[in-house]
């Protein structure tokens, strides 16, 4: 089975194609380096400001979940790589191609175009997504969003067959990540992204063993997708606030209540 990865160029990344490489052999990694082009305003220099003075934790939570993967996996698997601004590049397509995997896995790209789905690998094309589709969807992180709106029961991961939408492909198939909910910010980030990769994991072995499974998200609940855009400075402040209150909601059980009324895509 001929696998290409394309993923972001980051630890969590870095770490994820680690672990798959152990269990399955990668012929070819595509990274993607993004170059941020976000036009930077007054307002957001202020709240940037606030943020880091008073709202240090959720930053240092992503920051620590990086450091946490980069300790246990700070170089590569030893196979061809290529680093692109763009996922969606005419070199990431040749590569691509040049390959003609099996299967590629995606995790931490920008939205993948019309050219590169047209490469169309005989098993398919995998993405990863932490956070539980259909029900969580959008950026810019999910189980943010899932604290912000009092969305707790909602924390787990998605292993979806890409499509031209935004995490709305058909589901492999979704997991609750485990938690107790006294977890800090920084624990419960590693705890969601190690989940996805062991996630990740499963769905291949699951494969590799030639089983399939394709589920719509239409067949389990229309969902909820949310933009980068919408994470407003409230948001961030809501998120600080709701985290406080997760202990609570886990040891009243409510947890397992809410649960019951949430489809998951086992395998």
Request: net charge positive.
């Amino acid at each position: 089975m001929r696998i290409v990865l394309w993923i972001g160029n980051e630890p969590n990344q870095k770490a994820l194609a680690n672990k798959i490489n152990n269990l399955f052999p990668i012929s070819g990694i595509i990274t993607e380096s993004r170059i941020s082009k976000k036009r930077i305003t007054a307002k957001k220099v202020v709240e940037k400001v606030i943020q880091k003075i008073f709202l240090s934790s959720i930053g240092k939570a992503w920051k620590g979940m990086q450091k946490h993967n980069y300790q246990s996996y700070p170089e590569y698997p030893p196979v061809e790589r290529l680093n692109v601004e763009d996922i969606n590049s005419e070199e990431a397509y040749a590569f691509t191609k040049k390959i003609n995997p099996d299967l590629i896995l995606v995790s931490g790209t920008r939205l993948v175009k019309d050219k590169m789905l047209s490469i169309n690998p005989k098993i398919g094309i995998l993405n990863l997504h932490t956070g539980l589709s259909p029900y969580i969807k959008g950026g810019p992180n999910c189980t943010n969003w899932c604290i912000a709106t009092e969305q707790f029961h909602l924390i787990g991961n998605t292993i979806m067959w890409i499509d031209r939408g935004i995490d709305s492909g058909n589901i492999l198939t979704t997991e609750f990540t485990e938690l107790n909910g006294n977890e800090s910010l920084l624990t419960l980030h590693i705890k969601v992204m190690d989940h996805a990769h062991s996630l990740y994991l499963k769905a291949l072995d699951y494969l590799s063993k030639g089983y399939y499974k394709s589920v719509p998200q239409s067949d389990i609940d229309k969902g909820k997708t949310y933009y980068t855009k919408e994470w407003t400075f409230k948001r961030t402040l809501d998120l600080l606030f709701n985290h406080k209150k997760m202990d609570k909601y886990f040891k009243s059980g409510k947890i397992v209540e809410d649960r019951k009324n949430i489809r998951v895509v086992e395998i």
